[in-house]
């Protein structure tokens, strides 16, 4: 059951600049939010499986807010990943294995089947392409002296191993997967390290 990922998550939603539901329960801006979590794992293992150099990208559609629940979510693992790898990431990220996920999964009326797709992400991090189906664009927010402006031990976050995330335009990105609800964002996003294990 042992597992433990580390690495860097970009992400984005419908809401405008910051998404309310990284602090606690919250109205969402159009009243309800959806959102993608590109999971970009350096390192990372389970059971003996090396999990580092994948990607994993978790989309959630939520009638409300992130706490309220009631969502439908689906995982798009990256096509560079094996079948060990896949099977290993798909039963984290649902939760199966316990940890943050399994709090995740709690909030998730429904999963969609999982796809495998070709997930790219450009070096600087400006810019995630998932499969067919999502594009989300990320440009840094500084302050006019070139400082990068940071949210820090958000509640929401805090549970997903991360204590500080890089704010960022998240203008242009959208999401297109015809089983869930179309969106483009308001101009929330983020860039963040994170450390998690079971």
């Not at 990922?5 to 405008?16: F, K």
């Not at 159009?30 to 989309?59: E, H, P």
């Not at 927010?141 to 990068?148: P, S």
């Amino acid at each position: 059951m042992a597992w433990k990922l580390s690495g860097q998550i970009l992400e984005t939603c419908s809401c405008n600049m910051v998404c309310p539901c990284v602090f606690g329960p919250a109205k969402p801006d159009q009243g309800w939010c959806s959102g993608a979590l590109v999971f970009d794992i350096r390192q990372g293992s389970s059971d003996g499986v090396n999990l580092g150099g994948t990607k994993v990208t978790f989309a959630v559609d939520l009638p409300g807010d992130f706490v309220s629940g009631n969502g439908t979510g689906r995982l798009y693992i990256d096509e560079g990943a094996g079948p060990d790898q896949r099977r290993e990431l798909e039963s984290i990220f649902t939760g199966k294995k316990g940890g943050a996920f399994e709090m995740l999964n709690s909030l998730m009326a429904k999963w969609l089947p999982t796809e495998t797709v070709k997930t790219a992400i450009a070096p600087d991090g400006s810019s995630v392409t998932v499969g067919s189906v999502g594009q989300l664009k990320l440009q840094p927010l500084k302050t006019e002296d070139g400082r990068q402006t940071v949210l820090q031990k958000a509640p929401i976050w805090v549970g997903f191993g991360i204590d500080s995330a890089n704010l960022a335009r998240g203008d242009g990105s959208r999401w297109s997967d015809p089983q869930m609800r179309g969106w483009t964002s308001g101009g929330t996003g983020s860039v963040s390290a994170f450390t998690l294990s079971a």
